[in-house]
């Protein structure tokens, strides 16, 4: 018994019992019970009876009425807390969902390009193109098609396909940008400042790039967000960016000081000691320390010469640290980043526990409502905040020098390394 455990033991801190075979295995199994999952609610779906239309995906019911009502001629009304929910009770109902509108003006046109096709149609629509955009992330950074398939197996994405959530897209922009940045600095920028439509989750990335002063990136980044800014100020007018920030401070104020979302469904440093009972002061003072220290990893990490790959997977982890507004299936991040972390490895070697540890992070998502739900335990910050402290450690390791994921000079495997 004694040698069976040693022997486990070693397997999972060498990450031996994580063969391709066996990943190929679970990965396809995940994936056909996600197809299930997905032919459900399409079930659901059609024809729903009465006020049910909206009993799936009912966070893109909220985009879908938003379009509908920029479609009608009332671009700002999705801004009217009030406006909004009478819009969302007139297309779905009186069980129709009850959100604050939080998107920048220039969603609005993406929205009402959505609200052109029935609710299911542009709920598929819109699925289907960011699921694409999050698979070729992933096969920008690792080829492989077991690579896709286990990017389309990690958890976070059927969550966010079951919420009719945008999750892929910010990670399929996130995993572009990460494979461009050395080879492609101001497409990277680019793709960084389309993530603008949730920036409570961009917040590193700046600080990161200052750091590495890649001017290009920050160049390109800043160019396109004001072309975004001024393109929505010429088709909804200034005054939609004064009623998004109001409508922020809304949103902020029913989540965070009423209490609207339960604790346990926020993956974030302040949800998790709100769910403990920390009043709101110690609360936002534990969520400001804990991003700090990310930051500073960042800057730390970007300072340093080493490989792109890390640097930018850590900085993606970090952004979700950072946010005291942070769900499960925001952490559809892990797929990049965990991307990122493997191309590493395959070529340079994985350290002790780390294809174990990238295991357990890719699966976490799935668990941490119920953990937090049940037992009280922020399962999701164990995670995010477990992903960085091994990121940094490989990353304090040191690199001979700055060479990036394109050199023309890869390093070869370390022997008896790679399983």
Not at 245 to 254: D, E, F, K, L, V
Not at 320 to 325: D, E, F, G, N
Request: with cysteine.
């Amino acid at each position: 018994m004694r040698q069976r455990l040693a022997s486990l033991w070693q397997e999972a801190r060498d990450g031996t019992w994580l063969t391709e075979d066996r990943i190929r295995a679970y990965a396809t199994i995940i994936v056909c019970m996600y197809a299930c999952v997905i032919a459900y609610m399409v079930y659901l779906g059609i024809d729903p009876p009465g006020d049910d239309r909206a009993r799936v995906a009912k966070d893109f019911a909220q985009v879908w009425a938003a379009g509908k009502a920029v479609l009608q001629g009332h671009a700002l009304a999705p801004y009217d807390l009030n406006a909004h929910l009478a819009n969302l009770q007139a297309q779905f109902g009186a069980k129709a969902p009850k959100y604050v509108w939080v998107y920048p003006p220039f969603c609005l046109a993406v929205a009402a390009a959505l609200a052109l096709l029935p609710f299911m149609a542009a709920l598929a629509v819109e699925q289907a193109l960011m699921l694409a955009v999050y698979v070729r992330s992933i096969r920008s950074i690792l080829p492989q098609r077991i690579a896709i398939l286990c990017g389309l197996a990690l958890p976070a994405v059927i969550i966010n396909v079951g919420y009719g959530q945008i999750a892929t897209l910010t990670a399929g922009l996130a995993g572009a940008a990460a494979a461009s940045l050395d080879q492609r600095p101001m497409l990277a920028g680019v793709l960084f400042a389309c993530m603008a439509y949730k920036p409570q989750l961009g917040v590193a990335i700046p600080v990161a790039l200052l750091a590495g002063r890649r001017w290009k990136t920050l160049a390109a980044g800043a160019v396109t967000v004001g072309v975004l800014v001024v393109a929505s100020a010429a088709l909804f007018g200034w005054a939609s960016w004064w009623d998004f920030a109001a409508s922020m401070h809304t949103a902020g104020a029913i989540v965070f000081a009423r209490g609207a979302v339960d604790w346990f469904k926020l993956q974030s440093v302040f949800a998790a000691a709100r769910m403990w009972g920390v009043p709101a002061g110690g609360a936002w003072a534990a969520q400001l320390l804990v991003s700090l220290l990310a930051l500073g990893a960042v800057v730390w990490a970007w300072l340093r010469p080493g490989d792109t790959r890390l640097k930018t997977a850590l900085l993606l982890v970090a952004g979700l640290l950072c946010t005291p507004y942070c769900f499960e299936y925001d952490m559809v991040v892990f797929g990049p980043a965990i991307a990122l972390a493997v191309s590493y490895g395959l070529e340079c070697g994985f350290v002790p526990w780390e294809k174990t540890l990238l295991a357990v992070f890719f699966v976490s998502p799935l668990f941490a409502g119920l953990a937090g739900h049940h037992v009280h335990f922020p399962l999701g910050v164990a995670a995010i905040g477990g992903f960085m402290i091994m990121l940094a450690r490989i990353i304090a390791r040191g690199e001979p020098l700055d060479v990036g994921w394109a050199s023309a000079h890869p390093r070869p495997r370390r022997p008896g390394v790679v399983g």
